[in-house]
């Protein structure tokens, strides 16, 4: 009786812990700006996108949503996250300390918003790959879904209008 109550409660412990919890990404660009000033604000395509995005990522219950500190990636981010009643939160994509990241995202689906040569480089690093490159300058439409369920990585790249 003792064995089996031993083995019962492996099999409980085993069940209990050993279920593989998913982590999802989703990277991209900010949309469509109206020149190329040092923090230009959204052009009219580039808040249509923004809104676009938005309906996109209504049907997804995102837990985080992150921007680097610059207009465009937070006027992309922001109908997002209002009608998520989010806050954005700010990222230096100089300094991300990829694994202490992934590590705190665990289980959950976040939105990361940056540019056209930070967004690549930060999937890279995520996939632990050199998959992509920058983002070409008339491209504003890629989304890049990365998934992680313990050690194993999936990743693609929808390129939408």
Do not use: C
């Not at 279920?19 to 009219?44: C, G, M, W």
């Not at 690549?120 to 983002?135: A, E, G, L, R, W």
């Amino acid at each position: 009786m003792k064995k089996f109550l031993s083995l019962l409660a492996l099999l409980f412990l085993n069940i209990s812990f050993g279920q593989s919890t998913a982590t999802t990404y989703y990277f991209i660009r900010h949309a469509e700006k109206v020149d190329n000033s040092q923090n230009p604000n959204l052009s009219e395509k580039g808040l249509k996108r923004a809104e676009k995005w938005n309906t996109i990522f209504s049907e997804i219950s995102l837990d985080e949503i992150y921007s680097t500190d610059y207009k465009r990636t937070l006027q992309t981010a922001s109908p997002t996250a209002t009608t998520k009643k989010m806050k954005v939160k700010l990222y230096d994509p100089k300094y991300i300390p990829i694994e202490v990241f992934k590590k705190e995202a665990i289980g959950k689906k976040i939105l990361i918003v940056g540019h056209s040569n930070t967004i690549p480089k930060f999937v890279n690093q995520m996939i632990n790959q050199n998959s992509f490159t920058d983002i070409q300058d008339k491209t504003f439409g890629n989304l890049y879904i990365v998934t992680m369920v313990d050690e194993a990585i999936t990743f693609q790249l929808l390129k939408l209008d």
